[in-house]
């Protein structure tokens, strides 16, 4: 299922970027501001040739414990991803590898590798902006954040900034600017 609402359904109340912002809905609007950190990640990995991904986790209270962009191609690193540099970062921050109580944010719905890394990190759960339906491990392909057979399931919340998310994406594999 796409997330991302049709223009039927839209406010029409420009958003940031002066398209239209979707409908209210709380579960996904408490999570816009920790988003648009994590899009500022996004948006500064192109200049080093990275895909725009950007990731934050929250701690408990809600406080940035961690950021993170993609970096593969400035580290010469297959798996600095977003969310394992921001989950690494918070780990640091906190002290100890279990981020019980954390929230992963990221602008990209997480592969296979970094939602592994989010069910054993144990945050509390995964929210993502743009879908991937070619390596999406939290339900579009794949759902390996809620398999019933792994003893840690985070919750997942889906669609938060949907648009603004796939924009620096779309533009960066057409060439275009971040």
Do not use: Q
Request: proline share 11%.
């Amino acid at each position: 299922m796409d997330p991302t609402p049709s223009p039927a359904v839209r406010t029409g109340h420009p958003g940031p970027d002066g398209r239209p912002e979707p409908p209210h809905n709380p579960v996904r609007d408490r999570w816009r501001p920790a988003m648009r950190l994590a899009l500022a990640e996004a948006v500064r990995a192109p200049e080093t040739g990275d895909v725009p991904v950007g990731a934050v986790v929250l701690g408990p209270d809600g406080a940035v414990l961690g950021r993170g962009r993609n970096e593969r191609e400035a580290a010469g690193d297959p798996t600095a991803h977003a969310e394992v540099l921001a989950l690494r970062e918070a780990a640091r921050a906190r002290g100890e590898w279990r981020l019980s109580g954390c929230t992963l944010v990221v602008t990209l719905e997480p592969c296979t590798m970094c939602a592994g890394a989010a069910v054993l990190s144990r945050v509390d759960r995964v929210v993502y902006g743009a879908p991937d339906a070619k390596a999406g491990a939290a339900g579009s392909l794949w759902d390996v954040v809620r398999d019933r057979r792994l003893n840690h399931r985070p919750e997942v919340i889906a669609g938060v900034l949907t648009e603004e998310c796939a924009a620096p994406l779309t533009r960066f594999f057409r060439g275009g600017e971040p």
